[in-house]
Structure formats: C-alpha cells, structure tokens
C-alpha cells in the first residue's frame, strides 16, 4: 500500500486520519485524527496502525 501526504487512511482501530508527515521512507507518520466537531488530535502512528487509504 503507498501512503502519500494528505491522504486520508483509515486506522485499524476505526478512526480517520489524515496524513500530514511521512518519516523514515513510510515506516512511520504524523497524522491529524479526526475527532467530533471539525476538531482533530495529531499523534504519531507506525505503517501497521494504517488499515487502508481511504482517498488521495
């Protein structure tokens, strides 16, 4: 799966997030994790927290 920045992934946890950094050639990301009311929470993730990319 290529992740690239901006794309919106889906946790395997169930949350949405969108990618905002990409570290060590994919193996890690700074993500904004959408949470209610148009606010977010930025956290960073591994490669294997990402079920899938949602949209480009």
Excluded at 10 to 33: H, W
Excluded at 41 to 50: A, G, L, V
């Amino acid at each position: 799966m290529t992740i690239k920045m901006y794309d919106k992934v889906l946790l395997k946890d169930g949350r949405t997030a969108s990618i905002v950094e990409i570290f060590k050639d994919g193996e890690a990301y700074l993500v904004d994790v959408d949470l209610p009311d148009n606010e977010w929470d930025t956290i960073d993730i591994k490669y294997s927290d990402i079920e899938s990319v949602i949209s480009s």
